[in-house]
C-alpha cells in the first residue's frame, strides 16, 4: 500500500519562496495523478495543481500559475511543489494526494484516493 509523506512546510515572510515535497513509501507513484490541495483555516479544500506521474503532464488551478510549480523526481520518487512569492493568504495545510489520471476529476477532489497527512504553511505578512 503506497503511503504518501509531505514535507517542507513551516513559517516563511510574505515574498519568500518555499518548496514542498511529496514522497510514496511503500510502492511508486506508477500510472496516478498526483496532487496538490490546501486548506486554509475556515475555508474548504481547494486544487493547486497536479502532475500526471507517467506522462509528465501538469495542471494548475488558474490562479495559481506563475507562481506555482509542480514536479516530478522519478528517481527520488518524489513530486514537489515550488511556492514563489508567498503571500499570507497561502496560508494553510498543503496536502499531497494520488489519484486517477483522468483529465476530466484531475482538479478535484474526488479523482484522488490517497492522502497525506498535510503540512503547515504559514506565511507572516
Known amino acids: 500500500q503506497v503511503q504518501l509523506v509531505e514535507s517542507g512546510g513551516g513559517l516563511v515572510q510574505a515574498g519568500d519562496s518555499r518548496r514542498l515535497s511529496c514522497t510514496a513509501s511503500?510502492?511508486?507513484?506508477?500510472?496516478?495523478?498526483v496532487g496538490w490541495f490546501r486548506q486554509a483555516p475556515g475555508k474548504e479544500r481547494e486544487f493547486v495543481a497536479s502532475?500526471?506521474?507517467?506522462?509528465?503532464?501538469?495542471y494548475y488551478k488558474d490562479s495559481m500559475k506563475g507562481r506555482f510549480t509542480i514536479s516530478r523526481d522519478r528517481a527520488k520518487n518524489t513530486v514537489y511543489l515550488q511556492m514563489n512569492s508567498l503571500e499570507p493568504e497561502d496560508t494553510a495545510v498543503y496536502y499531497c494526494?494520488?489519484?486517477?489520471?483522468?483529465?476530466?476529476?484531475?482538479?478535484?477532489?474526488?479523482?484522488?484516493?490517497?492522502w497525506g497527512q498535510g503540512t503547515q504553511v504559514t506565511v507572516s505578512s
Open positions: 494526494a494520488a489519484g486517477r489520471p483522468i483529465v476530466g476529476v484531475i482538479r478535484e477532489e474526488r479523482g484522488y484516493y490517497l
Open positions: 511503500g510502492d511508486t507513484f506508477g500510472d496516478r495523478a
Open positions: 502532475v500526471r506521474w507517467s506522462a509528465g503532464s501538469t
